[in-house]
DNA sequence: TTGAAAGCGCTAACAT
DNA sequence: ATGTTAGCGCTTTCAA
């Protein structure tokens, strides 16, 4: 199958490749009836302009790229699905890569972004990242890059984030209120920002409504996975009985964490209320249905894009670009494992 | 931040671009030493090589498109995480966009992957497709298409596909043997292959075992969500109160059906028996937990992909190309929401 | 051992 | 209204 170039059309028509170009392009200096001929036959011969050369002159590619810690997590699904269609509206179409936690990964995919010339980079730091050069130097090169989720405050671009800390706040807040006493927390391990915001959030929630902190009721679940909440339930359990209250960092912990007590015979939520983190299909689905806290990932990858849009199109115009940061709100979606207010 | 280009490490070195370019591929013709300069600057200057302008002369791009039905789905998940893994080890990068179960989209994603000179295509079609014109055309143009999961056999390519058929009979068929007789099946909707195609296995398994198929046991789950699940079984029990197993077509449906049942105080599964299909975490949290039948779609991700990049070769050393159709064997993964054998 | 030149396909300023 | 030309950055054949 012969590929259909400019130059076939040219041929055929017994016109420059130039004039061809051009009435493709509606330029206003070729007569009509020129324009007509060419498009016409470049319809009829399914003419599809080589994006390579395109871009070498425009410079520019319409490709972004999105960098994920780990794609089997379902938060990021929602970020993927935001992205992809912010970018389909804008005539972008996005490279999606997974840096699988790994800091060596991250720094691989970055580099195979830029070498595919890709306009932007969307990125979510992986949990070992703790160095940014590669980060930094990406920007330096003038390719902009929006941090969104798992960010440092030591890049200087633009950010999508939510308040972690805020939103553990808020969740430990609404156990309070309805009625806990001694909330036990699992938290994941302690690198990542976010794991770290979310335990303070829980702290300071405590001291706000002064309940006296006990570093023995922190529990930190390694995987943030369904059998970490299972398993350390029996030890939440064995070491503080009169617990009546737990604040897991994901629904799958919660999830871990309710069908363990369940399993005990300890009722939900009048002995003990639990109260997750995301919002995914599963808390919906468990027995009692799981109070938990809405973190919006379409609109995150919706809104990173558009920051990215924004910045790339400044540069295009030449206007300085201005960093944002935004931040994007939780809420507490109450459901039947903790009791009403 | 100037870009560098072999145009500037020639200049500075007072050498033709030529020479550059033949120095850092390391041509024979080529002095040590001259080498040497060239590599040198060309890695302080952190020099890259434009892609566009590697792909307008190769006519490659080193990038291959992957459509997905619905992200929002885990299997896919599974599937994206096959083909990303095995496309970054043969130095190609992936471009992933959804149909949305939708022609038009399907049509519309395909179209823009041409657009961007994508090497080949991975494709899952949308339950709404049943013309293939538009598939078809890309073949023609030479372009290589493997068709993954939902396939058609009017479309002559390759294909990697799971026998839906015989999952579904040995899903059934196990139901039997713990001691089922009268099992209901929740399908989906009748337009994608897969779903007749499980419907038909279930059939088949009754007919083998001699239990005559009564139609009024099959119900359709519109969406296959757990809803569907849960909703449906009370209609189950009502029409058919002495039921003792049910196949559902997807482990979500099942998951909705074994909530309802325990909520309807019928134990599992001494009084019903449920087995589910695909075998994604949720199968193993609840409780009991759920046999199901694997669906294995990493591994239907990595053999897709390589049999693109074998077809990929082929084409490259103008060897003529043989179109494969790999099937994927499924098993049944027993856990607790059946008898044992 | 190096350089010059053509060409991949497209665009746009300039010339006719 | 149309054609010519230079150039985007890179590769590679051919000439020096």
Chains 1, 2 share one sequence.
Not at 48 to 64: T, V
Not at 242 to 271: C, M, N
């Amino acid at each position: 199958m012969e590929v259909v170039t400019l130059k076939h059309i040219a041929k055929r028509l017994n016109l420059s490749i130039g004039t061809v170009s051009k009435a493709l392009k509606d330029y206003p200096d070729i007569s009509s009836s020129t324009k007509y001929r060419v498009q016409e036959l470049a319809k009829a011969l399914n003419y599809i302009p080589n994006s390579f050369a395109q871009s070498l002159r425009y410079k520019e590619s319409k490709i972004i790229g999105l960098i994920i810690p780990s794609i089997v997590h379902h938060f990021f699904l929602y970020v993927i699905n935001g992205v992809v269609n912010a970018a389909s509206e804008e005539g972008y179409v996005v490279l999606i890569l997974q840096s699988d936690e790994s800091f060596e990964n991250e720094k691989k995919q970055l580099q195979l972004l830029v070498d595919k010339n890709i306009d932007g980079i969307l990125l979510s730091l992986s949990n070992e990242t703790i160095r940014f050069d590669h980060i930094k130097q990406i920007i330096n090169k003038g390719i902009p890059i929006v941090l969104y989720d798992k960010i440092s405050k030591l890049i200087n671009c633009s950010k999508v984030i939510i308040d972690d800390r805020k939103a553990a706040f808020n969740a430990t807040e609404y156990l309070i209120k309805t009625g806990c006493k001694k909330i036990a927390h699992i938290r994941g391990p302690l690198k990542p920002q976010t794991n770290i915001d979310r335990f303070m959030g829980y702290k300071k929630a405590l001291e706000e409504y002064n309940i006296s902190f006990d570093k023995t009721l922190v529990y930190i679940g390694e995987q943030l996975s369904y059998a970490d909440g299972f398993n350390l339930t029996d030890a939440i359990i064995d070491d503080h009985p009169d617990i009546d209250g737990v604040f897991a960092s994901t629904d799958l912990v919660a999830t871990g964490v309710l069908t363990k007590l369940k399993e005990k015979g300890i009722d939900i939520p009048e002995k003990v209320s639990i109260i997750g983190f995301s919002n995914w299909f599963l808390s919906n689905i468990t027995s009692p249905t799981l109070t938990t806290v809405d973190q919006p990932g379409y609109q995150m990858g919706k809104m990173a894009s558009d920051l990215l849009f924004k910045e790339l199109n400044q540069i295009k115009q030449g206007i300085p670009v201005n960093h944002e940061v935004i931040e994007i709100s939780t809420k507490v979606v109450p459901r039947s494992s903790t009791k009403s207010v």
